[in-house]
């Protein structure tokens, strides 16, 4: 019980199980004073508390983060080894382009353009906690991880067009008449001669390859037959037309193995040597044209006369 007074205050304690009562007076001003202090340190402890337990939280983020951006610093340098391994890859890969386009006969590619570069760049935006120096290092391999793809595109396409000139390249050499069709002496060349019927000197446009009656005559390249039957002075006659502007003719045959329109590889038998026409003996008249114009056909056989 408090009795209030007027410049004092009278605490009175009352027992719960009897006993005489015990009073306790108070000024005023002291427990005004008394209030007023016991107010200040619930006030301080609440801020202390709340601090400490800011402070605390503040550590614990700051823990965090130390541990993310050592993970973060971890993974960088992973990624800038692997950067750079790819750019050895990429190194040798260049090299190796460049003795391709030697051997098809391309330019090499220009350093300049090898660079690849581009223009201005601009880094993606990143969160606020990340350390400048990390932030940094996130810059220099985002920009070689860039150029590394960019120049990975270039050779792509220099490889594209390596696969597209040699699929070129291999298409004509199987079509480019290299081998000599029948086995046999080449008894007259190319070029001016005296007619064996007229004795007059007069261009033989072809080879002469004498030969048992019934030799195989293979096609000495791929084509496709454009024609086949008889036609007046060579008698049994074929020709395959190679493209690329290439024809070759085949006189005297005795019998053709190879139908008009049928496409034909190179070594395939496409007639046999006769003496149909105008002939002295069994033996194979061959021809070579090219662009409309006929040729010595010793120029396309790559391998030997044969015996």
């Not at 016991?38 to 202390?48: D, E, I, P, R, T």
């Not at 350390?131 to 490889?159: K, N």
């Not at 044209?289 to 044969?306: C, E, F, H, S, W």
Request: with cysteine; net charge neutral.
């Amino acid at each position: 019980m408090i009795l209030k007074e007027k410049t004092f205050f009278s605490v009175v304690f009352i027992p719960h199980h009897g006993g005489k009562p015990f009073t306790f007076r108070m000024a005023r001003w002291m427990a005004f004073s008394l209030l007023g202090f016991g107010a200040f340190l619930l006030l301080g402890l609440g801020l202390v508390t709340t601090g400490y337990i800011n402070k605390f939280v503040d550590v614990s983020y700051l823990q965090k983060l130390q541990i993310e951006n050592r993970i973060l610093s971890e993974r960088l340098g992973d990624y800038a080894a692997k950067a750079g391994a790819l750019e050895r890859r990429m190194a040798d890969l260049v090299a190796f382009d460049a003795k391709l386009r030697m051997a098809a006969g391309l330019d090499p590619i220009d350093p300049d353009i090898r660079k690849v570069g581009v223009g201005g760049y601009h880094q993606p935006a990143l969160p606020a906690d990340v350390r400048t120096a990390t932030a940094d290092r996130l810059l220099d391999i985002d920009q070689e991880i860039g150029r590394l793809e960019r120049e990975a595109r270039l050779q792509r396409e220099s490889f594209e067009e390596l696969e597209n000139t040699l699929s070129r390249r291999r298409d004509l050499l199987a079509h480019l008449p290299s081998i000599q069709p029948a086995p046999g002496w080449i008894t007259s060349d190319f070029g001016m001669r005296f007619d064996p019927f007229t004795g007059q000197v007069k261009m033989h446009e072809g080879l002469d390859i004498a030969a048992p009656e019934g030799t195989l005559i293979v096609a000495p390249a791929d084509g496709e037959v454009k024609y086949a039957g008889y036609r007046g002075n060579f008698g049994m006659c074929l020709e395959i037309d190679h493209g690329y502007g290439l024809v070759t003719r085949y006189g005297h045959c005795l019998l053709l193995k190879a139908s008009l329109g049928q496409r034909v590889s190179r070594g395939q038998p496409v007639a046999l040597v006769g003496q149909s026409g105008r002939a002295t003996g069994p033996h194979l008249h061959y021809e070579v044209a090219a662009n409309g114009t006929v040729v010595d056909p010793q120029n396309y056989i790559m391998l030997p006369r044969m015996f």
